[in-house]
């Protein structure tokens, strides 16, 4: 079953051309990776998708419901999607805790008790229940985007984009935002993950798109893309990353 | 073996030129490298550190107190050959103050204190109106005010509160004379106007600036989580742009206390017109502005500093300006701090005075040709370069490579 659409998107900013019709549909459950050289038009995507940024034309359906229309609230559709961004961007002036905390209360309206047991919940799931009291400017790298995913799942997302969640980290903590991910994977996650990180893309996406100059190349398994690309553009990004 | 020293330049032109091929051989003993080696420029990064480590305590505070025990010591020779009377300082003190509540230094307090006030109050909306007013994603609402608000604050900024004093004073004696409201005549109304309006202009900079340093990432974060604009304001920006204008507050109250004596020029009865008129009618007009300079002195030094020391107590890791917390006495004593930078003592921590670590604390002096060094104990012989040396170490003095002549064989 769709979860989510995307049906000829087309996005400017300026002069610049950075979406150029991108149809796209994932299924409820699946992981969709998406590489790519960079300024391709990937970031923007994931944007367009959460309407942070507002496509110039073209829908976006979530569960058969179109979403680019006057009568939904973008702020609605941010709520059925959770992003992790590439810096982190933990709420500097909260605790962790109150990192994950503020969605349930600000925007689910959860009354703070509860909000609190589920937030330390959503903490453990990540591994973090000891750092609830540490701000952000205290944990690691890998311990900051663990908390951004914290704070995403515990809005009981449908859909959970990623925009390249450890490029901005030190290699060695790579692997426990990985692990988080291939995790919530497992447990049937709906995600669409912008990444660099192949080795992950290779084992846990169920397809790969290929993306490049604010079009899908080419989309397929795994496999296909990585072992047997069949367009040339591919073939060259593929072989420059896998050497 | 003996190798002539060079300098670098000479060295870096003779490997160019391929002169030197013949006179240096490819291999030579570690011990006689240290000519060429040692005469390439060592790049300042451990001394300046250091040395700006040692300024920011110690010597800085030796200086301030220098330069108060100077100002004392002048103040005194004015005493001294008559220009001062001290007799007269001490026994005219408390008409400053008393009596309680209509006295000039409570006046001034109070105009500064209440314009603040009103100032801060209002002056957050119209930062609001001014950081959010413009720009791609600007807010209807703050759009409609942006133009007047802006014009509002280049007018405030952009003309001496002299005049600006001089208007309002205008406009209020010639449109209500008579004034009197809350036992407040129409001359300390136009004084409270005229600061209010004067610093609601450079406070809604003050706040815009404080909004708009906040990070546009974590706006985006709480927009992901489907916070809507007011909400993102409220929850992310407001708090976060609070805490990042705490001191160019207090520099704005600072500013604003010192320009309330402007305003005895309308005729209020503030400090400075008191301390006029004592000048005039005893004609000791030194001791009276010195006597005000003290009252300012000792309310906007503390205030300053207990600021940055409350700012110190409620900071959150990764939020705001990284000073203070020192205690007065670590001020004017140094800092005895705990270095942590581990390549100094092989990973203990280090009792050093000023950021620099002494002989004895576990490092020992050496020295090269042309270098002296500081460097962890036990090291002094080995074949470290210039480099290891450099990381581990410090480096105390070098000579100009230039200067010297052939190392002794």
């Not at chain 1, 179109?66 to 810096?87: H, K």
């Not at chain 1, 925007?107 to 701000?135: C, F, I």
């Not at chain 2, 490819?26 to 490298?33: A, G, H, L, Q, V």
């Not at chain 2, 509540?101 to 909306?125: D, K, M, Q, V, Y």
Request: aromatic share 10%; net charge positive.
């Amino acid at each position: 079953m769709t979860m989510l659409r995307l049906q000829g998107i087309h996005k400017s900013f300026g002069k610049l051309h950075v979406l150029r019709g991108v149809d796209l549909e994932v299924n409820r459950g699946d992981v969709l990776c998406i590489i790519g050289p960079s300024g391709s038009g990937k970031s923007t995507l994931l944007r367009c998708t959460n309407l942070l940024v507002y496509p110039d034309r073209g829908d976006i359906f979530l569960e058969q419901v179109r979403v680019t229309t006057r009568a939904v609230r973008p702020e609605w559709v941010r709520q059925q999607i959770g992003m992790v961004f590439q810096q982190f961007n933990l709420f500097t002036h909260l605790t962790a805790l109150r990192n994950v905390m503020l969605g349930l209360v600000v925007v689910k309206r959860m009354n703070p008790a509860d909000a609190r047991s589920k937030a330390e919940l959503e903490l453990q799931r990540v591994g973090l229940a000891d750092k609830k009291d540490a701000y952000p400017a205290q944990l690691s790298g890998g311990q900051q985007q663990r908390v951004a995913i914290a704070r995403a799942l515990a809005m009981d997302p449908r859909v959970m984009l990623f925009d390249e969640p450890t490029s901005a980290l030190d290699p060695e903590f790579i692997h426990e935002v990985l692990d988080v991910m291939g995790r919530l994977a497992k447990e049937g996650m709906t995600m669409v993950v912008v990444t660099h990180e192949m080795n992950f893309a290779r084992e846990v996406a169920d397809s790969i798109i290929f993306f490049d100059q604010g079009q899908i190349v080419e989309r397929g398994s795994p496999e296909e893309i990585f072992d047997r690309p069949g367009h040339d553009r591919t073939k060259a990004f593929v072989g420059k990353i896998l050497r | 073996m003996t190798v002539p020293a060079m300098t670098a330049r000479k060295l870096s032109w003779a490997r160019f030129s391929g002169e030197a091929m013949a006179a240096d051989p490819p291999t030579r003993e570690p011990s006689e490298r240290g000519g060429a080696i040692e005469s390439t420029p060592v790049p300042p990064t451990w001394g300046s550190r250091a040395r700006g480590a040692a300024l920011a305590s110690a010597p800085a505070t030796l200086m301030a107190g220098i330069v108060i025990l100077v100002a004392l010591a002048m103040i005194g020779t004015l005493a001294y050959v008559g220009v001062i009377n001290w007799v007269f300082m001490v026994q005219n003190w408390p008409s400053a103050y008393l009596p309680l509540w209509t006295a000039p230094l409570w006046n001034s307090l109070f105009l500064t204190i209440a314009s603040f006030l009103i100032g801060f109050g209002t002056a957050i909306f119209l930062g609001i109106v001014r950081a959010y007013g413009m720009g791609k994603t600007r807010n209807r609402i703050a759009f409609v005010f942006y133009a007047p608000v802006t014009g509002y604050v280049h007018a405030i900024r952009g003309t001496p509160f002299f005049v600006q004093l001089w208007l309002v004073f205008f406009a209020i004696i010639l449109a209500a004379p008579q004034l009197d409201i809350l036992g407040w005549d129409v001359y300390m109304w136009a004084g409270l106007i005229a600061l209010s309006l004067n610093t609601i202009g450079y406070q809604a900079e003050v706040f815009r600036g404080g909004f708009q340093a906040v990070g546009q990432g974590q706006v985006e974060a709480a927009k992901a989580l489907g916070l809507r604009g007011p909400q993102v304001f409220f929850h992310i920006t407001f708090p976060q742009g609070l805490r990042l204008v705490t001191l160019p507050l207090t520099n704005e109250f600072i500013a604003l206390f010192k320009a309330s004596t402007i305003v005895s020029y309308i005729s209020v009865y503030e400090l400075f017109v008191w301390a006029e008129n004592l000048g005039s009618r005893f004609g000791h007009p030194i001791e009276g502005f010195l006597m005000i300079s003290l009252y300012y002195l000792i309310i906007n030094v503390p205030l300053g500093r207990t600021v940055t020391y409350l700012e110190g107590r409620i900071r959150i890791p990764g939020l705001g300006t990284q000073v203070g917390g020192d205690s007065l006495t670590q001020r004017f004593l140094g800092r005895r701090k705990e270095n942590r930078a581990s390549s100094w003592s092989g990973g203990r921590p280090t009792r050093t005075r000023g950021g620099l670590p002494q002989p004895g604390d576990g490092f020992a002096k050496m020295s090269t040709g042309s270098h002296r060094w500081l460097v962890p104990a036990g090291r002094e012989r080995s074949g470290d370069g210039d480099h290891e040396r450099l990381v581990s170490g410090r480096l105390l003095a070098a000579t100009a490579a230039s200067e010297r002549g052939p190392p002794a064989s």
